[in-house]
Every structure is written in C-alpha cells, then in structure tokens.
T-cell receptor
C-alpha cells in the first residue's frame, strides 16, 4: 500500500536552533497535510499544501511541497520550548478505485533544550 | 463550537471483555475516521465512515473489531474479546468533506489487564 516516509524519527535541539522534518512518497500526492501532537495530547491540524512547489509560512514555521508533489518539509526557525511535540505529515493519495486516502507518516518527535 | 468529543477518555478492560469507544464529530461534519496509536508511534488508520456507511475499513483487523456511524448518535468503535495487544490510544477525527483537514478528539486510552 501507499506509504509516507518521514525523517528523522527524533530530533533534539537547543532552544534557538532551527529544525526541519522531511516527508517522502514514492507516488504523487493529491495534497499533503501537517499536524502537531503535543505530549499526551491529540494531533492538531497545522496546514494543507495542494499545489506543486507551494510554500506557506506560519510565523516561524515554513512548509514546502515539492515540484513533483512527492515530498514535503516543515522548517521551524529559532525553536522555542513551546515547539516541543511530534510533527506528522499526512499525504493524500488517489487510489485505483478513484477514492482518496490519507496516509500518515510515523512522525518526528522534537525535543527542545532550554 | 464543540470539538470532536470522545468518551471515555480512559478505559480499562480485562482480557476477553468488550470495549466500546464513542466519538461525536464536530457539528456539521459527516465524515469520521478512527486511528490507533501505540506509544512513541504514528497514527495507524483503521476505518473511515460516513453516516450509516463504511467507506474504507482497510485498516481494521478482520476479527473482533467493528465500527458504525448510525444516522442518530455517535460513531462507535467496538472491540470484542480484547487482548493485551489492543492496549493503545484510539483517536477519532472528523471532517466536513472527504478531502478536508481532519479535526481530532482527545482520544481514548485503552488499557487491557
């Protein structure tokens, strides 16, 4: 079945350092979504990217969707302790039957040392 | 606007018992999704439902697990004859349409003794 590979699995940074997580798919995605899950919490939707090469920013967060719509990244500039959590990408695939399916990556767990 | 409501938040069952997890989607959302999450792992898709219909159950184990989303009332994920390996957090999400972002509930933490 379709898979979304996400790396790294864990990332530990000093407060103020930058952080990037990457997602890759072997097949073209209809769109990609990003979610954040705080420790002990539930996933919270951050953003959706639809267009090839799309770049969106939310304050210190920059989201990119690759030209081939097979990969995506989330970059956080100057991390803060409030950024701690697990970041998931979720790629939407069109199935052979014509329906669409959302597949989550395994997530990148970010810890920030104050 | 109330978000996605899941209950109970925590559920403890003994091996062989049944577990029933409930999910009320956000107002105006007719698409419901169930996921399972083990500690330190990602979200594993289980089933996708619309009112009275199962759209995709490709992630559901073939035995002991079932899901429904009746015309009235919450969506129910039912696990019969639970085993230790069923211990996990079960999240429900809802969306207004198939390709829309999903809004998650707080989850049900299921523990099997």
């Amino acid at each position: 079945g379709q898979q979304v590979m996400q790396i790294p699995q864990y990332q530990h940074v000093q407060e103020g350092e930058d952080f990037t997580t990457y997602c890759n798919s072997s097949t073209t995605l209809s769109n990609i979504q990003w979610y954040k899950q705080r420790p002990g919490g539930h996933p919270v939707f951050l953003i959706q990217l639809v267009k090839s090469g799309e770049v969106k920013k939310q304050k210190r967060l920059t989201f990119q969707f690759g030209e081939a719509k097979k990969n995506s990244s989330l970059h956080i500039t100057a991390t803060q302790t409030t950024d701690v959590g697990t970041y998931f990408c979720a790629g939407r695939f069109r199935t052979q039957g014509g329906s669409e399916k959302l597949v989550f990556g395994k997530g990148t767990k970010l810890t920030v040392n104050p | 606007n109330a978000g996605v409501m899941q209950n109970p938040r925590h559920l403890v069952r003994r091996r062989g018992q049944e577990a029933r997890l409930r999910c009320s989607p956000m107002k105006g959302h007719s698409h419901v999704y169930w996921y399972r999450q083990l500690p330190e792992e990602g979200l594993k898709f289980m089933v996708y439902l619309q009112k009275e219909n199962i759209i995709d159950e490709s992630g559901m184990p073939k035995e002991r697990f079932s899901a429904e989303f009746p015309k009235e009332g919450p969506s129910i994920l039912r696990i019969q004859q639970v085993v230790r390996g069923d211990s996990a957090a079960y999240f429900c999400a809802s969306s207004p349409g198939m390709n829309q972002p999903q809004h998650f509930g707080d989850g049900t933490r299921l523990s099997i003794l």
